[in-house]
């Protein structure tokens, strides 16, 4: 057999064995980019925000990982999408991601959502604004007048209900109820056709704070301390007493008492180990760039991050934070 033979023998082993390689399982995974959707929430609150700057951050500087950020109607939704495989990563406040793991309140034709916590982001406060000129000072004042619950599919609609049904309220009918986000509810609110609105976010909320800092109509935030005591019996763990401080808003005189809930990134049961580690390297090694996006993200750490939650991290997510001696 010639020389030349044996070379072409020699070369055609080698592309063979290359071929073999590029198709074991994790190496071309590493070599080609990494899909993931966000699902974060409406244009007007921190969640949007917050998921888009996430994405851009996971896309630059995290490996393979190429991500994008989806506006959705909030939590509901995006437990819906997470548990279906239709995103990889979700925003959600912790009630109703609690809800979605157990089948209640807004998930009881869903049935049990396989849901797992990623990371504990930060505080979401309860703001319950009012026009002024509306004469409401309470929860109870409420009653019969035009109220925006929440987008549907968010967690201010299953909060507003629980608070409305403490104070007296059938959250169905004893309000003229209308279902809207932060910025629709802004602007409804500013043009006169609802009375008061309820939304659960971080401080500052961007439709909440150009709707205060611009004055017309005057505002007022309720107060839902005597609420949040009297959820906290009937939903123990959910939620936790806040004060929205006066500085938080433009023309705010004083402090507000009320409830508050924590917010978290979900995943779901099946997400593979290697991309939830992935994804918590690119959030953990650019916290610096995550600080920057919105002054709620300006509060994550890996401490915050792994706070324990009656729901579990996925299996991955606790390796991680062990790891990392958290």
Do not use: C
Not at 76 to 97: E, P, Q
Not at 142 to 165: F, Q, Y
């Amino acid at each position: 057999m010639s020389e030349i033979s044996i070379s072409r023998r020699r070369l055609f082993a080698i592309g063979a064995g290359a071929a073999a390689i590029a198709v074991l399982p994790g190496v071309s995974s590493a070599l080609s980019p990494i899909p993931v959707r966000i699902v974060t929430g409406g244009k007007g609150g921190v969640f949007y925000p917050y998921g888009e700057g996430l994405a851009r951050v996971l896309s630059a500087h995290g490996g393979n990982l190429r991500a994008t950020a989806e506006a959705t109607g909030g939590s509901v939704d995006n437990a819906r999408l997470v548990h279906a495989g239709k995103a990889d990563v979700g925003f959600a406040t912790f009630d109703s991601v609690f809800d979605a793991v157990h089948g209640a309140s807004a998930y009881a034709k869903d049935g049990k959502l396989e849901l797992r916590v990623l990371a504990v982001l930060y505080d979401s406060y309860l703001h319950v604004v009012a026009r002024k000129d509306a004469g409401i000072s309470s929860i109870a004042d409420l009653k019969g007048k035009r109220v925006s619950v929440g987008s549907p599919g968010s967690s201010a609609e299953t909060i507003a209900g629980r608070v409305l049904e403490v104070a007296g309220i059938d959250p169905a009918h004893g309000v003229e109820r209308s279902n809207l986000g932060a910025a629709e509810s802004a602007e409804a609110l500013k043009a006169g056709r609802i009375d008061a609105f309820f939304w659960a976010g971080g401080v500052p909320t961007a439709a909440v704070q150009e709707l205060a800092a611009a004055g017309k109509p005057e505002i007022v935030f309720l107060s839902t301390a005597a609420e949040q005591a009297a959820i906290d019996k009937k939903y123990p763990g959910l939620y936790r007493p806040l004060t929205l401080p006066k500085s938080a808003y433009a023309g705010m005189a004083a402090d507000v008492s009320g409830l508050g809930v924590a917010n978290v990134l979900i995943v779901s049961v099946k997400a593979k180990d290697a991309l939830v580690t992935e994804l918590l390297e690119g959030i953990f090694d650019n916290l610096d760039a995550i600080h920057k996006l919105h002054p709620e993200a300006a509060k994550l750490s890996l401490a915050s991050a792994a706070a324990a939650t009656a729901v579990p991290f996925h299996p991955a997510a606790e390796a991680f934070y062990k790891a990392k001696g958290t």
